[in-house]
C-alpha cells in the first residue's frame, strides 16, 4: 500500500511564501501523476497544481503565476512552492498520487489513488 505524506504547512501573513513537500512512498510508477488538491473552510475540496513524472504542469487559474509544482522522480517527492500568498489560499492542503498520468484530467481528482491526510495552510490579513 502506498502511503503519502505532506509537511510544510502553517500560518503566513499575506504576501508571504511558504513550501509545502509530499512523499509518496513505493516503486516510482505509484505517482506517475502528482497533484495538490486544497479544502477551505465550509467549502468543496479543489484542484491546485499538477506534475507528471515527464513534468507536465497544470495550475488552477486562482493560482496560476503564484505557485510552482515540481517534482523528484527519484526520491518520489513533489512540492508546491507558494508565493503571494492571500487570504483566499487558507485551506487544508493535500497531496495525491496516480498510478496512470492522464494529461487530459490532471485536475480530477477521481483519477488520483493515494491520498494524504493533509496539512493545513493559514493566511493572515
Known amino acids: 500500500q502506498v502511503q503519502v505524506q505532506e509537511s510544510g504547512g502553517g500560518l503566513v501573513q499575506a504576501g508571504g511564501s511558504l513550501k509545502l513537500s509530499c512523499t509518496a512512498s513505493?516503486?516510482?510508477?505509484?505517482?506517475?501523476?502528482m497533484a495538490w488538491f486544497r479544502q477551505p473552510p465550509k467549502k468543496e475540496r479543489e484542484f491546485v497544481a499538477a506534475?507528471?513524472?515527464?513534468?507536465?504542469?497544470q495550475y488552477a487559474d486562482s493560482v496560476q503565476g503564484r505557485f510552482t509544482i515540481f517534482r523528484d522522480n527519484a526520491k518520489n517527492t513533489v512540492a508546491l512552492q507558494m508565493t503571494s500568498l492571500k487570504p483566499e489560499d487558507t485551506a487544508m492542503y493535500s497531496c495525491a498520487a496516480a498510478r496512470i498520468a492522464r494529461l487530459t484530467k490532471l485536475e480530477d481528482e477521481d483519477q488520483y489513488d493515494y491520498w494524504g491526510q493533509g496539512t493545513q495552510v493559514t493566511v493572515s490579513s
Open positions: 506534475i507528471t513524472w515527464t513534468e507536465s504542469t
Open positions: 513505493g516503486p516510482p510508477s505509484s505517482s506517475r501523476m
